[in-house]
């Protein structure tokens, strides 16, 4: 009787465990991942390029997608973070719907793809949430969307070594958490916004080899920031750059000086024309005073 019972309670747990690897299995472990997560991101990678697909082998349907290459879920299952960098990503920026619509994504790494010449889509503004957005290296190009400024919670922005070209958005001063900023390697152009300054946060930014012009704001928050920060704008002055930038005053003091000498390059002209032949040309001389000569002798009879 007691081999009996043993028999039943030993065959109850070999089929408790098959049963549950059996599950594991099927499930793909899937404890937390969220069906609609999973859609999203198989939609995405059929969006993809055939070389970009390839390095996501393991997002494979029926299994976890939460323990995905480069995915990252919160304990809901919704995906919080996504890296796709270096992923040989190689067509326009047609991925972005998908993207937009994981409205829990926390952290967004895109960089060292080639998204030919694509605009930033306008539409990152969609994921509020976001406190890590790399776009560096990808090929970008045209102006930094202003809707950047309703990303309230970033804390990184790296968009360098890009084609972006236009004027850096003043909006981004309203992204309060910011403590890096890269916008290296680009062609932006027009005066450092002043509105940069009020981040207080920022401890990082690089603003080199860009098109920039003008005076470096003064604010004491900015004299953190070195040389480097701001090498191959030959068109900045003011610290920490050696160019001195020159105000109104002594524009409108130069303009003064031109003038003034402008006049008297003119008066020594007009004298050196006159004189310069009386003093080398005697045959010039004896006939000037000559005439001197005559003009004296009528006015005089």
């Known amino acids: 009787m007691r081999i009996q019972q043993f028999s039943w309670l030993y065959f109850l747990l070999l089929f408790s465990i098959f049963f549950g690897i059996h ?3 099927v499930s ?7 069906h609609d997560q999973m859609f999203l991101l198989l939609k995405l990678k059929n969006n993809l390029n055939v070389a970009a697909a390839k390095n996501l082998v393991s997002w494979y349907p029926n299994t976890d997608s939460c323990s995905w290459r480069g995915v990252t879920c919160d304990a809901n299952g919704h995906v919080i973070a996504l890296d796709l960098s270096s992923h040989s990503i190689s067509k326009g920026f047609n991925i ?14 895109l960089a060292n793809n080639n998204f ?8 990152f503004h969609k994921l509020g949430n976001l406190t890590y957005l790399n776009l560096s290296n990808s090929g970008f190009s045209g102006q930094i969307p202003k809707a950047m400024a309703n990303l309230t919670q970033l804390v990184f922005l790296d968009f360098s070594h890009n084609n972006l070209s236009g004027k850096i958005p003043s909006s981004i001063g309203q992204l309060r958490q910011l403590k890096l900023l890269d916008l290296s390697m680009n062609k932006l152009n027009g005066e450092i916004p002043t509105e940069i300054t009020t981040l207080s946060f920022l401890h990082t930014m690089n603003l080199s ?3 920039l012009v003008g005076r470096i704001p003064e604010n004491a928050g900015f004299r953190k920031f070195s040389n480097d920060s701001y090498l191959g704008n030959s068109g900045l002055c003011g610290f920490p750059l050696t160019a001195v930038c020159k105000d109104a005053t002594n524009l409108a003091y130069e303009d003064d000086k031109w003038e003034y000498l402008a006049v008297e390059i ?14 080398f040309n005697r045959r010039w001389r004896k006939k000037y005073f ?12």
């Open 266 to 279: 003119g008066f020594v002209t007009g004298l050196g024309i006159v004189y310069w032949p009386l003093l």
């Open 96 to 109: 972005s719907t998908t993207i937009f619509s994981l409205q829990h994504l926390q952290i967004l790494n």
């Open 23 to 25: 599950v594991a299995f």
């Open 28 to 34: 793909g472990e899937c404890r937390i991942c969220r």
């Open 290 to 301: 000559q005439h001197i000569d005559g003009i004296l002798s009528r006015v005089l009879n």
């Open 116 to 123: 030919y010449s694509s605009e930033i889509p306008s539409g």
């Open 209 to 211: 080899f860009n098109q």
